[in-house]
């Protein structure tokens, strides 16, 4: 199973993108891909099984201390404002299996 997960400040914001990622997913029959937003506060919970970690632009200023967080035990980067926007879910699951294939 592979694990990507969105953060963000409350977790809420991401979802409706973690849907159009889904749906992504499911488009190119990737059933072993696991998508999840969920708060930044949780994140040193769930840390050990992510895969990826992809940051909502609004907390982009966060992305020093996510990076302290996660320890290098996965990639981790800021979804592009455009495709956040715009609820590119295609765009951001390109994203996130492009940094996991270059980890």
Known sequence: MTNIYLVCNAGMSTSILVKKMQEAAA????????IEAFSVEVLDERIDTADCVLL???IRHML???KKVVGGKCPVDVIDMRDY?????DKVLDK???????A
């Open 27 to 34: 488009k190119k029959n990737l059933a072993d891909v696991h």
């Open 56 to 58: 909502g632009p609004q």
């Open 64 to 66: 020093g201390d996510v």
């Open 85 to 89: 926007g715009m609820i590119r879910g």
């Open 96 to 102: 996130a299996l492009k940094m996991i294939e270059a």
